[in-house]
């Protein structure tokens, strides 16, 4: 998920929909009941985002299966002090130890990887725990992670993952395939294990460890995303000893055991995150001694503190502003940042919540349930001046649910189809609606009374207050007023279904399973007092039918086929509207950072990353080690043999998955 991270996301990620994959944004703020910016997942949300995310998930919420990929190269790289709270140098946690502070908008809503699903929660997970395939920073493609090599039965309804014998926990055990297999069973038979990444296992038929380097996962059917399952693999001799997974959040006793290139050292709510490298990481310590994630509401407060050296790297929420990132350009020791993101920023409607029983809940406008209205509604968006005035041109003009930068699965809708820019032909769609206007020029809705929308936005994000002001402006000179209901935490009323229109957005990933996985009728809650997968209700069987067959389908270019008309069906409802494709705009010190991996290598993303390249990258300024690359790419990183065999495929498939998080998320 990181997967998919909305703010708060999942990778969901968990930056806006309520809060990865990173997964990628969920709601900022959200509970478990979410990233959700970046669930990053890949799909992760930053406050959902592998990937955002929702706090205090219950077992009702299963999140649907996320990446894809059927080939791979194998990759390797040869290559203690506790830090005080409030650091006063970001790099030196004393005089021995390098310590590398990361400024982050966003708290953690769980450190258990069952439960969480925030673009920071995910991306902390990737740092701590080791997944069976990661992704090449150069490119994207899948590579090997606890799993080396991996092949498909003929039928592909049985895969067997070779694992490492060189992966440690933390505590000096040895990782094996019994880990990876207890993980999946757990996640099979719990509902509560399977609150976040349950999607991934829900076609699981059978999960065994003939060996200690051997897995094998028998499917009921094909599944395409067997080489990007982004699911953190724990240790079972530790986790074994939990009892309810719904409610474990894993953040009482610490260090943590991981096998990951850093450990998990401490932990302070809405405060910082403390992790330590990891010295005996089978692919190479990371150079810096610590690393720590410090949360700031105030996102110029964690500009300040850059400035200051206070911290080496500000992330923003999820970018920085535009000011703040002219404030900062040619400032002396700090550079920039701004490269074409994996997110998209969206206006979600109501379409009347309800949980998979057939209850209703919440207290949507009964007016958006007509697709008329919907449209009109997005008519009257003027994205151009939203790109110009409020991203300031670091952005891109929105259509579908995937960012240009993943161009195999980028869809824009035809000229005719598409929902330009027209306040008069909108006012014309609301008349056909039959909301006219009263004697005071105001829509009115059935029960004649004039409709004012009330639409949730991030209180941190200054994108959501700006645009909303446009909106109160164009939806007025229609006659519809907007009341903006900007939170600190906009989980509760998002998970119950309390508003009308809410800003919304995920981070994606390479493989955009997550991101789709979350408007299927599947991903619904199970009644209204549990927590679905859904972003915002959304339930099509077209649409369902269409996500069924894009998951069964091996080759990337039927695959990508179906994926577009995915994002036609999504369009052409209304229920969101994709304004924009922010760019990733972040900063840090080069006087505390020599040279960082940016993913993709040549125009990428530093944080929130698909994998832990860039802070296992990173390169302490005064180290005097130069084996990290240029700024931008960080640590050279070895390709090596190494391949999947698909009997009877007769060529390899390069597909992988978010939020995730992102975005998952």
Not at 54 to 65: A, E, H, K, Q, Y
Not at 331 to 354: D, M, Q, S, W
Not at 544 to 551: F, G, V
Not at 609 to 623: H, T
């Amino acid at each position: 998920m990181d997967t998919n991270d909305q703010y708060g996301g999942r990778h969901r990620t968990p930056a806006h929909a309520p809060l990865g994959s990173t997964p990628a944004r969920p709601p900022l703020g959200r509970t478990p009941r979410q990233v959700r910016l970046g669930r990053t997942p890949g799909q992760v949300r930053l406050g959902r985002t592998p990937g955002q995310v929702r706090l205090g998930r219950t077992p009702g919420r299963v999140r649907l299966v996320a990446a894809a990929g059927v080939a791979a190269l194998a990759i390797s790289a040869g290559l203690a002090t506790p830090l005080s709270p409030a650091p006063s140098q970001a790099h030196a946690a004393d005089d021995d130890g390098k310590v590398l502070t990361v400024a982050v908008a966003q708290s953690v809503d769980s450190l258990s990887p069952f439960l969480a699903v925030r673009l920071l929660s995910t991306s902390i997970h990737r740092l701590t725990y080791e997944y069976l395939t990661n992704y090449d920073p150069e490119d994207n493609h899948v590579v090997p992670g606890l799993a080396t090599t991996w092949e498909s039965s003929p039928d592909k309804l049985t895969w067997t993952y070779t694992i490492r014998s060189d992966s440690t926990w933390s505590d000096g055990e040895q990782a094996t395939a019994e880990d990876a297999a207890w993980t999946f069973n757990t996640m099979m038979t719990d509902p509560g294990a399977a609150t976040a990444n349950g999607s991934f296992v829900s076609n699981f038929e059978k999960v065994t460890a003939p060996s200690p380097t051997q897995l094998v996962i028998k499917l009921k059917k094909p599944q395409a995303t067997m080489t990007a399952l982004d699911v953190p693999i724990v240790p079972k001799h530790v986790w074994e000893k939990v009892g309810d997974f719904s409610k474990f959040n894993n953040d009482k006793d610490f260090p943590v055991v991981g096998n990951g290139p850093f450990v998990l050292t401490d932990y302070k709510p809405d405060s910082y995150v403390r992790l330590k490298a990891n010295k005996d990481f089978w692919r190479g310590a990371p150079k810096f001694d610590e690393l720590v994630f410090r949360y700031y509401k105030d996102q110029d407060a964690a500009v300040s503190a850059l400035r200051k050296g206070e911290v080496s790297f500000v992330a923003g929420s999820p970018s920085l502003t535009p000011a703040q990132a002219a404030s900062l350009k040619g400032e002396k020791n700090i550079h920039v940042n701004n490269a074409p993101g994996r997110r998209f920023y969206a206006l979600a409607t109501n379409p009347g919540a309800r949980a998979k029983n057939g209850e209703t809940m919440g207290d949507g406008h009964p007016s958006l349930l007509d697709q008329r209205v919907r449209n009109a509604l997005f008519k009257a968006v003027d994205r151009k001046a939203v790109i110009d005035n409020v991203f300031q041109g670091h952005a891109v003009e929105g259509a579908g649910y995937i960012p240009p930068r993943f161009s195999q699965y980028f869809w824009k809708p035809s000229p005719g189809q598409e929902l330009t820019y027209d306040p008069e032909e909108a006012g014309r769609m609301l008349d056909q609606a039959g909301l006219k206007r009263n004697a005071d020029g105001r829509r009115v809705g059935k029960d004649g009374r004039p409709i004012t929308y009330r639409v949730l936005c991030h209180a941190t994000d200054p994108n959501d207050k700006a645009i909303g002001k446009y909106l109160q402006e164009w939806w007025g000179e229609l006659g519809i007023g907007v009341t903006l209901n900007c939170l600190d935490n906009v989980t509760d009323p998002w998970l119950a279904g309390e508003y009308d229109l809410a800003f919304d957005g995920w981070s994606v990933n390479p493989d955009p399973d997550f991101v789709l996985s979350i408007h299927t009728c599947a991903a619904l809650p199970a009644t209204p007092e549990e927590t679905g997968a859904t972003d915002n209700f959304i339930c099509d069987k077209t649409y369902d039918e269409l996500y069924a067959r894009q998951l069964a389908e091996y080759a990337p270019d039927k695959r990508a086929a179906i994926v577009k008309q995915m994002e036609s069906r999504l369009y052409d409802l209304g229920y969101m509207n994709v304004m924009a494709y922010p760019n990733a705009v972040e900063a840090y010190r080069t006087d505390q950072i020599e040279s960082i991996t940016t993913m993709p290598a040549k125009a990428g993303n530093i944080y929130g990353q698909d994998g832990y390249w860039s802070w296992w990258s990173a390169v302490p300024a005064d180290s005097g080690d130069s084996s990290g690359s240029s700024s931008s790419t960080g640590v050279v990183i070895g390709i090596v043999a190494g391949v999947v065999v698909l009997a009877g495929a007769g060529a390899f498939l390069a597909m992988r998955r978010r939020a995730t998080a992102d975005e998952r998320e």
